[in-house]
Structure formats: C-alpha cells, structure tokens
C-alpha cells in the first residue's frame, strides 16, 4: 500500500477559482478510456512487449492497439521474432449497471456494437474501474507512487462478437501471465 498517499483528481475550474466536482457524462468516459490505456501500458511494460495505438482511421476497422512480443537488442534491433495480437479496448465502472454486471464466477458488458475479428489473435479487453460517481479512487498519487485502481478481463474474438451482453469468465483476468499466454497462443498461429 502507499503510505502518505493523496487522492489526486483532474478538476478543471467551471468558473475561475471555483473547482468542479462533477464530471460530465463525456468527461467520465474520457477519463474511463485514459485509465484503460494506462492499464493497458502498466501491463504491456512488464513484460517489455512492443505497444503501438491506432490512429482514429483504424476505429472501423475494431481495434485500438496492436501488440508484438519482441526482444530489443543493442543498438535498438530486434534480436527475435514477434507474434502480434490485436486488442479491442474499453473502459467501465462497475456502477455502470446498463454496461457493465457481476457475479462471483463472471463479468458480463454490453458490447454496443458487433466486433469482427481483425488478424489472427484479436481480443476484446474489459478494465473495470470503480464506482463512476467516485472518479478521485480511479488512481492514488503519492510522491513516489502512482497506482491505478483497475482490474481486466479479456476474451478472444473468434470471427465476430455480436452487440449484447458478454459474458467473460473471472479465470480470463488481465495480468502479466495471462498477457503473456495471449502471445504464446499467437504464436501458434503465424509469425510476423
């Protein structure tokens, strides 16, 4: 746990001198979408995987991110093979009830639109985040620490994943051996 730490939240004035303390509902799900990306990259960095984030022109496309598992040498080489996956992200709080639900076995989201597979290994991850009225306990800040209060799930996207609710295992949870395993199935499919 951090010790000394202070809640740090982004408030932008609504008036001069005067903070906000509620946030828009576009506000919220941009700061959702950040504090996926963040999980993602806390993630990806360890195990030193190459991350790279689509431009906006791949949206149709559905995905968000394209990853390679790949050794870097000296000189900034690369010094082995790559197996890539493509990820569908996105972000929501577990008081989101219309998108997001939870049993003790699995968490269900609403998938708003269908999702069709892009490459061989694609996946749809889910990081869940608390309570959306309570935006300041996403991410605890201290003077030597930052930790984000998030948790993923993933699921893989065979030809297409229809809009509804998707319901995903909890043994499917996001950590660095799980992500790893998601190359290491790649790996069985093509080579880059």
Do not use: C
């Not at 190459?50 to 080489?77: C, P, W, Y």
């Not at 690369?78 to 990820?87: C, E, K, P, Q």
């Amino acid at each position: 746990m951090v010790e000394n730490a202070t809640i740090v939240s982004y408030n932008p004035p609504m008036t001069a001198g005067e903070p906000q303390t509620i946030f828009t509902d576009n506000e919220k799900n941009s700061i959702k979408e950040k504090m996926a990306i963040a999980f993602l990259h806390a993630v990806n960095s360890t195990v030193d995987y190459s991350i790279q984030e689509n431009h906006k022109d791949f949206d149709s496309l559905g995905f968000d991110f394209m990853m390679a598992s790949k050794t870097v040498g000296s000189k900034r080489t690369v010094v082995s093979g790559a197996n890539a996956i493509y990820v569908q992200l996105k972000g929501v709080a577990e008081s989101s009830t219309s998108m997001f639900k939870e049993d003790a076995t699995h968490i269900t989201y609403r998938l708003v639109d269908d999702l069709l597979q892009f490459g061989l290994s694609m996946y749809l991850i889910i990081v869940v985040l608390p309570d959306d009225e309570k935006i300041v306990n996403w991410r605890v800040m201290s003077n030597k620490d930052v930790l984000l209060n998030a948790r993923g799930y993933y699921i893989r996207v065979e030809q297409r994943l229809s809009k509804g609710m998707i319901k995903i295992p909890k043994t499917q949870q996001l950590n660095p051996e799980t992500y790893r395993a998601l190359f290491d199935i790649a790996s069985k499919e093509v080579k880059l």
